[in-house]
T-cell receptor
């Protein structure tokens, strides 16, 4: 247990569906991250939040919409996804954005878009 | 790009043997981190080594850093079947508007280690 939880663990959705991924951290951290991990590709950073404010949007398509209502919770709202969006979506947190802090990862949500 | 690149892509060894994985990167760094990922799970932080450190130990793990060669290695001694996982190095891309003291981790593609009992 890393102190970061993600729900659901598995999600299958059609291209016209709307769904949300949830991440919660119990570590008192101030920074939270969304990553996408596709087969045979490096882990891709999608969004970064620090003290609830978005500090990074790594050219992510608008069909992915993040929300950070407080420092402990992070959501990723999904709509009109494409099959190539099928991947493992990982949430992480760290004390803050200092590069000397390690990141704690959740177990991920395995997303399949049909 | 500061992306780390691990070598080899896959490594298969017998239990009890040592496993060595290498990471190369392209630009100057302040620190380098190693993470482990069991199949289909999240990443777990293993060790962080700062640019002014040359070697660091944690249990059966030994990490070296050679900033002149822009490379790092992760050695797992006396490997166990439970060490089977993918191992990633991560370097930091500085956020310029934070004066370079903050940054995002950039991960490589990883080394897939298989330890056979």
């Amino acid at each position: 247990e890393t102190g970061v939880t993600q729900t659901p663990r598995h999600l299958v959705m059609g291209m016209t569906n709307k769904k949300s991924l949830k991440c919660e951290q119990h570590l008192g951290h101030n920074a939270m991250y969304w990553y996408k991990q596709s087969a045979k590709k490096p882990l891709e950073l999608m969004f970064v939040y620090n003290f609830k404010e978005q500090t990074e949007n790594n050219s992510v398509p608008s069909r992915f919409s993040p929300e950070c209502p407080n420092s402990s919770h992070l959501f990723l709202h999904l709509h009109t996804l494409q099959p190539e969006d099928s991947a493992l979506y990982l949430c992480a947190s760290s004390q803050d954005l200092s590069q000397f802090y390690e990141q704690y990862f959740g177990p991920g949500t395995r997303l399949t878009v049909t | 790009s500061q992306q780390g690149e691990e070598d080899p892509q896959a490594l298969s060894i017998q239990e009890g043997e040592n496993a060595t994985m290498n990471c190369s990167y392209k630009t100057s760094i302040n620190n380098l981190q190693w993470y482990r990922q069991n199949s289909g799970r999240g990443l777990v932080h293993l060790i962080l080594i700062r640019s002014n450190e040359r070697e660091k130990h944690s249990g059966r793990l030994r990490v070296t850093l050679d900033t002149s060669k822009k490379s790092s290695s992760l050695l797992i001694t006396a490997s166990r079947a439970a060490d089977t996982a993918s191992y990633f190095c991560a370097t930091v891309a500085s956020l310029l508007n934070y004066g370079g003291s903050q940054g995002n981790l950039i991960f490589g593609k990883g080394t897939k280690l298989s330890v056979k009992p």
